[in-house]
């Protein structure tokens, strides 16, 4: 695998961290400035935060950063996540720092750490809970009659204002930002809504200091919203503090995978064995490798033969043999014999380091979020805010009232904000995501359920996802003179001591049938097989080369049997016995139970079910047609950066692609797929790269993820039109003058009830 990535003789890759991005405009603006520049063409990243650009060489670092910086966001060099030295970092100037506080509402992250991100949510948190604090008993009081004492609008707005004018801050600072480069957000709406209940309550208050002299007063005996413009900033906090947790673990998949490594090596100088940290190593280093240890870096075995298991690169499930001059990869962990390898590969070069580029690309090339409530407010925001203002002014032209003006226009303004509105996507991911939890689907945000309603095909890796997983024996060959049951009593007695995964397995399937038989003289060749005494029986396992070696010679019929076990996607282990060849044990990684009623469920939800494993031909059509994939839907023989290529071949063809793994060759792909779903049994590297993670490991958990998330994106929509529907139809109402604010705040309340509820629907989902 060639770790040289080729652009055009004048043109490079700058990749950029940005800052203070809060939706999907923000990202297009920023794609705008940049490609201004002329032969620039940049790829910006909401959620990690980030931008790859294709760049001229005559374009400098510090002329992208200081165009990103004129949209109104901070900019710095990504950090250089595989070599020694890192990219500097340019800092931003005065007017990119104030939208790059957390209080803008989004983390800042990269690659590998969380620090920033950290930071960003527990500043979230913090917000939160003050503003839930004083916003329960300021609810309490407004709402409940029977709650209410002598003059409580006053308490009300000492409850209100720390959460309107510090929990809310965050909301505040982004739409004033926006402002400033003729934009509106989401955060728009939230400010305005917040600002106009807070203000106008406030208005009635000192206006009518008295308003609140009596108690047990209902919503309609009153005219102050203290209490939505809390409840409003609480709620959209929680909702940003959820999705910001989710969002600041963006970067782990690049920390896992790297993780993975050795942390140590033997390296062999001048005859002395001396332990080094494995980035210490250089090319050309020899070091020593003994049963159970990983390999620390890239290269090939010097001496000795051994069994490497690959499964965490290469997703293998059998072990792969080697000897002098075979190449190994680091990471990769030694199962028997003691190794010398030379290192060949190091540091950023290593098979490791280059996995770990392909997981970041793949993160750094998705679509932006695009947040279906920030498409609505980019357009609704501006209309609303010409209508209160015409409102004001017609208003104060044919009546000359200030205050029927004022009320009009303030009317306008709060049927129009956006509580319900912004509670329609966290309430709805709240409890679809808390449904899918119970169920074992872990989601990641709004945009994973964007995904699965689009998808079309569905990439299925073999190993740990349509099977166990595991080599187990699955059928005896006995030759003639021996039966099955004292076949597999000889060989895995013999097998026992062994510490090779197929000789475990064996030996398990031997120990399932009666208790293991005494063995003695046992006597191993790595890369060969095992001879020993089995009471007084010479017993001898292995490739057909250890048994010639042992005096045991294959006839042609024994060696079509062996064939024809092999074409039927077996490993197949050959036994002699006294110096007579007595049979072969086949063993197979098992499919898994439910994988062919999930793959005909995946069929019913109109996905196209493919096969793509680095298993060998033969094994992937068997596994194939047991599950019911067809043939042509098959792809063998691939290896970790060739999976990631498969999901963009199929993607250029127009294809919306899901994919689904569990081992850390899978993390490229997932991470490259439109839709990564993880196996929870796999490692973490596959889940953090993921979109979804089924934490069992029942392939019918994916059928069932793509169904509750495409549920719960249809009830967000649903939530999002009744309440843009509900506000805008009562705008040209509250203009009219047939609306006052307490109605207006009555019906706005009524809406985020109404979205709570069919929000909770999803409870019910997979209850029978």
Not at 399 to 419: D, H, M, Q, Y
Not at 635 to 661: I, W
Not at 700 to 727: C, D
Request: hydrophobic share 50%; charged share 15%; glycine share 10%.
């Amino acid at each position: 695998m060639s770790n040289d990535i080729t652009f055009p003789a004048n043109q490079r890759i700058v990749e950029l961290d940005i800052q203070g991005m809060t939706c999907a405009s923000c990202v297009g603006r920023v794609e705008r400035k940049l490609g201004k520049i002329d032969g620039v063409e940049a790829l910006v990243n909401l959620p990690l935060e980030s931008a790859r650009i294709t760049v001229p060489e005559n374009v400098s670092d510090e002329q992208l950063i200081a165009t990103v910086q004129s949209a109104g966001y901070q900019a710095s060099l990504k950090v250089d996540q595989y070599s020694t030295t890192a990219a500097p970092a340019i800092p931003g100037n005065g007017e990119s720092g104030e939208a790059t506080s957390p209080a803008a509402g989004e983390p800042s992250k990269q690659l590998g750490t969380n620090h920033a991100s950290d930071t960003a949510g527990d500043e979230l948190k913090k917000r939160l809970v003050i503003g839930a604090i004083f916003t329960v008993p300021l609810f309490i009081i407004s709402m409940i009659p029977g709650a209410q004492f002598p003059h409580w609008g006053w308490v009300a707005l000492v409850l209100a204002t720390p959460v309107v004018f510090w929990s809310a801050w965050p909301f505040h600072r982004a739409a004033a930002i926006n402002a400033r480069h003729f934009a509106s957000t989401m955060d728009t709406l939230v400010s305005i809504g917040v600002l106009a209940a807070y203000l106008f309550s406030l208005w009635q208050l000192i206006a009518d200091p008295n308003i609140t002299a009596h108690i047990g007063m209902s919503m309609s005996e009153h005219a102050l919203y203290f209490e939505t413009a809390g409840v409003v900033a609480t709620f959209l906090l929680l909702g940003r503090w959820l999705e910001a947790r989710a969002k600041s673990r963006a970067g782990d998949a690049l920390k896992a995978l790297l993780d993975l490594g050795a942390k140590e090596a033997t390296v062999l100088r001048n005859g002395v064995e001396t332990k080094i940290a494995a980035s210490e190593l250089v090319p050309g280093d020899e070091f020593v490798v003994r049963p159970g240890e990983k390999i620390a870096t890239d290269g090939f075995v010097v001496t000795g033969h051994s069994a490497i298991d690959t499964a965490l690169v290469t997703g293998e499930s059998v072990p792969v043999e080697v000897g002098p001059d075979d190449t190994v990869t680091g990471a990769t962990i030694n199962t028997s014999g003691a190794l010398l390898v030379r290192a060949t590969r190091v540091g950023a070069d290593t098979t490791l380091a280059q996995m770990g580029r392909l997981v970041s690309e793949a993160q750094t090339g998705k679509a932006p979020i695009a947040r279906l409530a920030d498409r609505i407010s980019a357009v609704f925001v501006p209309i609303v805010l010409v209508i209160a203002v015409l409102t004001f002014i017609l208003w104060l032209v044919f009546t000359g009232e200030v205050n029927s003006a004022f009320t009009a226009a303030v009317a306008v303004l709060v049927i129009a904000c956006p509580c319900a509105l912004g509670l329609a996507t966290p309430i709805g991911l709240l409890v679809g995501t808390g449904r899918g939890a119970q169920l074992g689907i872990l989601i990641r945000g709004p945009q994973v359920l964007e995904d699965t309603r689009k998808i079309d095909t569905v990439l299925l890796d073999k190993t740990g996802t349509i099977t166990e997983g595991n080599l187990a024996v699955t059928s005896l060959g006995p030759a003639a003179g021996f039966d099955e049951s004292e076949l597999l009593a000889l060989v895995g007695a013999a097998e026992s001591p062994s510490e090779h995964p197929i000789a475990h397995a064996i030996a398990a399937a031997a120990r399932a049938k009666a208790p293991l038989r005494e063995t003695s003289g046992f006597n191993s060749a790595p890369g060969g097989g095992v001879r020993a005494t089995v009471g007084t029986r010479v017993v001898v396992a292995g490739r057909e080369s250890w048994l010639k070696e042992n005096g045991i010679e294959l006839t042609d019929a024994h060696r079509a049997d062996l064939a024809s076990a092999q074409q039927a996607g077996a490993t197949s282990i050959m036994v002699g016995v006294d110096g007579a060849f007595a049979g072969l044990v086949n063993l197979t990684d098992t499919i898994k139970e439910s994988s062919a009623a999930a793959i005909a469920k995946l069929k019913a939800l109109g996905l196209r079910p493919v096969l793509l494993t680095g298993d060998n031909a033969a094994v992937a059509k068997l596994v194939a047609a047991q599950v019911g994939i067809a043939e042509e839907d098959v792809f063998a023989d691939v290896f970790p950066d060739g999976k990631a290529r498969a999901v963009r071949e199929l993607q250029a063809r127009g294809q919306v692609v899901a994919m689904v793994g569990d081992g850390v060759n899978d993390a490229p792909a997932l991470a490259q797929a439109d839709l990564g779903i993880a196996m929870g049994s796999g490692t973490d590297v596959a889940i953090e790269a993921a979109d979804l993670t089924i934490m069992g490991n029942d392939l019918a958990q994916v059928a069932q993820s793509i169904e509750l998330s495409r549920k719960t994106l249809g009830t967000i929509k649903m939530n999002l039109f009744w309440a843009f529907a509900y506000n805008t139809a009562g705008i040209p109402i509250a203009a009219l003058g047939f609306l006052n604010p307490m109605i207006a705040g009555a019906a706005m309340a009524a809406s985020s009830v109404l979205v709570v509820a069919n929000s909770l629907r999803l409870r019910s989902f997979g209850r029978k």
